[in-house]
T-cell receptor, first 119, second 116 residues
Framework: NAGVTQTPKFQVLKTGQSMTLQCAQD?????MYWYRQDPGMGLRLIYY???????DKGEVPNGYNVSRLNKREFSLRLESAAPSQTSVYFC??????????????????FGPGTRLTVL | AQSVTQLGSHVSVSEGALVLLRCNYS??????LFWYVQYPNQGLQLLLK??????LVKGINGFEAEFKKSETSFHLTKPSAHMSDAAEYFC??????????????FGSGTRLSIRP
């Protein structure tokens, strides 16, 4: 049981280059998330997918796109990388409990992170 | 709207001393509350969580937290700090709503340092 895996672990890009960060989970979770973590800024939500087939913007979506490929996989794409996107990126997954409008997100499980530098 | 406030971005205690990390939340309904720990160059891992059962929650590594509704607090404690406890700690809240609206909101984090 690998949990949440992310590739690559490290990446250096030049301004304007594109890349896709991959994330997969083997816990049969419905919901998946992409965060970025910057010094002094805590975790900021980029995009999330509450269930397969849906994606929604988080707090800082500009410059990113996502694809929920299937229940297991959720990728994050940078179309034209900028130095401001230098960060550590974390993928997470979780279940949601309840029904209707009484749904709560339970424990999120995080991947090990991707450290991205844009020059 | 839900929110989380962690008081103190950096806390330093002596080895063997009490650890107290403060967290206050804002939520319109009884929330799920979490404490996560992040060691250097690693992802976040769950320390403990509150999901409306016992108000005193015990977690891994000797940590515990008490849910106090009247104070809207969920402070994290450990009776005796160990050098290995040095890490970043995040408090988080999960509110209630429709599926697409239910997310976990994280506090800004508290870095815990342990003095020998």
């Amino acid at each position: 049981n690998a949990g949440v895996t992310q590739t690559p672990k490290f990446q250096v890009l030049k301004t304007g280059q594109s890349m896709t960060l991959q994330c997969a989970q083997d816990m049969n979770h419905n919901s998946m998330y992409w965060y970025r973590q910057d010094p002094g800024m805590g975790l900021r939500l980029i995009y999330y997918s509450a269930s397969e087939g849906t994606t929604d913007k988080g707090e800082v979506p500009n410059g990113y796109n996502v694809s929920r490929l299937n229940k297991r996989e959720f990728s994050l794409r940078l179309e034209s990388a900028a130095p401001s996107q230098t960060s550590v990126y974390f993928c997470a997954s979780s279940v949601q409990r309840g029904g209707g409008r009484r749904i709560r997100t339970d424990t999120q499980y995080f991947g090990p992170g991707t450290r991205l530098t844009v020059l | 709207a839900q929110s989380v406030t962690q008081l103190g971005s950096h806390v330093s205690v002596s080895e063997g001393a009490l650890v107290l990390l403060r967290c206050n939340y804002s939520s319109s309904v009884p929330p799920y509350l979490f404490w996560y720990v992040q060691y250097p160059n690693q992802g976040l891992q769950l320390l403990l969580k509150y999901t409306s059962a016992a108000t005193l929650v015990k977690g891994i590594n000797g940590f515990e937290a008490e849910f106090k509704k009247s104070e809207t607090s969920f402070h994290l404690t450990k009776p005796s700090a160990h050098m290995s406890d040095a890490a970043e700690y995040f408090c988080a809240v999960s509110d209630q709503g429709y599926s697409s609206a239910s997310k976990i909101i994280f506090g800004s984090g508290t870095r815990l340092s342990i003095r020998p």
